[in-house]
């Protein structure tokens, strides 16, 4: 028979076993809940941030009204009023010049000669052919009244005398080719040629590759050409004046007035303007063609215009616009009809009103590009 002894454990020592595995299971059930209440707080916080509104203070501005800047400014440069290429109306050799480039001409002044002796050779000896002709005319004639000679034999010499009188003509008529005169007054602005130069008219088709075709610049008066873009071309009309400023003298200030705009635009490097013809209202003899303009236009507007930011303009599939707030701070484009410009602010004639807010700028949040 087998006997049981019953083991006996001290009270105190059960106490404190029981207290352990107590607290070793508080210990594990707060660990669970601490990861949940922590897991959790972590998601509301993630979602609270992805749904917070973002800041686009630096990136949207205030639709306003109000009025266009009084000035365009815009770029020119100084040219002849009236401006020709002298070219020869006779192949041959220059012979003589008598200006310079700067130097002022009147009206059919002599400016140069081509080499004429063999012309000269040439019309001699057709005077004396013509002469002759004329006295074998002269004699047949007489003979005829005498009965001597047939009509037909007159005919013959008379017939000799008119081709010679009229070969003459024709060379006397060409003397003038050899004269390089000036067509009207002004200043000579270029010389091409020198003496001694081969020089051809400019139809004329030689067989010498080294001919010029021109001798002399002449030009007359000085206007500018300025370029004023599409954007501002409705701002300005004839008879409006402009201030300017030419680079060559930065501390002068000269006034000239709008004479003529180009009916059509002009395409340079994807821009689009318009070329304004204005003349100096003091002609100032500093000022000389080719020099580059600086233009400032007054502009008289006192008419309020709802105005944006020209850099707020888009254009999406074609259309011109600008970007919107949607209702979570997002871009959004929408189609606006435009009026004038004056660089950095636009009219607006139809899509916005004032107060609403447009990005000046994309966020590097948005997915837009």
């Known amino acids: ?41 972590i998601f509301v916080s993630i979602n609270i941030k992805r749904n917070k509104p973002k800041d686009i203070t630096n990136y949207v501005v205030n639709v306003e009204k109000g009025l266009l800047s009084d000035s365009i400014n815009s770029s020119g440069e100084i040219k002849a009023i009236k401006s020709v290429k002298i ?37 001699k000896e057709l005077v004396i052919k013509k002469d002759k002709n004329e006295s074998d005319f002269l004699r047949r004639e007489y003979l005829y009244n005498e009965g001597a000679i047939s009509k037909e034999n007159l005919e013959d010499f008379k017939t000799k005398f008119n081709t010679a009188k009229a070969k003459l003509n024709d060379a006397i008529s060409e003397e003038s080719f050899y004269l390089i005169k000036s067509p009207f007054a002004g200043t000579i602005t270029s010389k091409y040629a020198e003496i001694g130069s081969y020089v051809a008219p400019i139809a004329n088709i030689s067989s010498n590759t080294s001919a010029k075709n021109f001798i002399f610049e002449l030009s007359n008066g000085i206007e500018i050409i300025a370029k ?33 705009i180009a009916p059509r635009a002009v395409k340079d490097n994807n821009v689009t303007s318009f070329e304004v013809t204005l003349r100096f209202k003091e002609i100032s003899n500093n000022i000389k063609i080719g020099m580059t303009a600086d233009l400032e236009f007054k502009v008289e507007d006192d008419v309020e215009k709802i105005l944006v930011p020209t850099v707020s303009i ?48 994309i966020p590097p949040w948005s997915k837009r590009k």
């Open 1 to 41: 028979m087998i006997s049981f002894h019953r083991i006996s454990i001290p009270e105190k020592n059960l106490k404190e076993t029981m207290l352990k595995l107590i607290k070793k299971s508080l210990n594990l059930k707060s660990g669970i809940l601490f990861f949940i209440i922590a897991s959790l707080t």
């Open 87 to 123: 070219s020869p109306r006779k192949a041959g050799f220059i012979q003589t010049l008598n200006v310079e480039e700067g130097d002022k001409v009147k009206k059919d002044q002599l400016l140069g000669t081509l080499d004429d002796k063999e012309f000269k050779y040439k019309l």
């Open 228 to 260: 004023v873009p599409e954007s501002d071309i409705g701002r300005i009309k004839i008879g409006q004046e402009a201030s300017v400023r030419i680079e060559s003298f930065p501390s002068t200030k000269y006034q000239a007035k709008i004479i003529k």
């Open 314 to 361: 888009v254009t999406e599939k074609g259309k011109k616009g600008i970007l919107k707030l949607d209702k979570n701070n997002f871009p959004i484009f929408e189609e606006v009809e435009f009026g004038i410009s004056s660089g950095s602010k636009t009219s607006v004639i139809n899509g916005l009103k004032p107060g609403e807010k447009i990005f000046i700028d």
